[in-house]
């Protein structure tokens, strides 16, 4: 047994990487550096860096920023390449309004589940969210608020919300990463998701309403308010 267990561990090792492995690769590294501020908004992407860098092929690193400019993490140019996606002051509010409609949907839904297993998921859910967000780590704190949000509507096992999601977390992707860079303040954060979900355990439909648009609207409005005053200086 011990001899067919090492020969199986020799296999596995000589297995290469998958080209997909090799494009996940190239598409987590290009989030990390978006929500770390190392790519900012606007920033055009330079394909040869990023075979460089991360020691793929050219095709690998193409099909990657394709898929990425297909969910929204970048904007193709004709003639100029790839970029960052914006933050557009219009684009925010209007982004907000569509999650805030959405998120009500999906928490409907756990709601609405008489079997309380959609809140089970909810709850441990939140559990690990209350365990990371208060990392020190920037991108930690990043993925956990992110991990939450999915995971309401993966609660909700609401499969249109689910094949929307790509896009939708690339727009977070983009605002978390500059509303991250321009306050971190995790506490605050932690406060609203926490108020929010209280609200969702009380069941009460109108808090959760409120809950949503002091997390979602407000938001969004405070840090259009920050972007517009960056564009006046800039």
């Not at 995790?186 to 949503?212: E, V």
Request: glycine share 4%; aromatic share 4%; hydrophobic share 45%.
């Amino acid at each position: 047994m011990e001899n067919e267990r090492a020969a199986a561990e020799r296999s596995s090792a000589r297995t290469p990487v998958s080209n997909t492995e090799r494009r996940q690769r190239v598409i987590d590294e290009i989030k990390r550096r978006i929500v770390l501020g190392e790519l900012r908004p606007g920033q055009r992407i330079i394909e040869a860096d990023l075979t460089s860098s991360l020691e793929v092929s050219r095709p690998t690193a193409r099909e990657a920023l394709n898929q990425m400019a297909r969910d929204g993490f970048l904007i193709q140019e004709a003639y100029r390449g790839l970029r960052v996606a914006d933050i557009e002051v219009d684009s925010l509010l209007e982004i907000a309004r569509v999650r805030v409609a959405l998120d009500t949907e999906a928490i409907d839904e756990i709601l609405d589940d008489a079997t309380g297993e959609r809140m089970a998921r909810l709850e441990e859910i939140w559990d690990r969210f209350e365990s990371e967000s208060h990392e020190a780590d920037q991108l930690a704190v990043h993925e956990a608020h992110v991990r939450f949000h999915r995971g309401i509507w993966e609660a909700a096992d609401n499969y249109l919300l689910m094949r929307i999601w790509p896009v939708v977390e690339a727009q977070m992707t983009i605002i978390l990463a500059y509303d991250q860079f321009t306050r971190r303040d995790s506490g605050r954060a932690h406060a609203i998701h926490a108020a929010l979900m209280h609200a969702i355990r009380n069941g009460d439909r109108a808090r959760i309403r409120t809950a949503l648009n002091v997390h979602t609207m407000d938001s969004a409005q405070e840090l259009a308010l920050l972007v517009s005053g960056a564009a006046d200086q800039g």
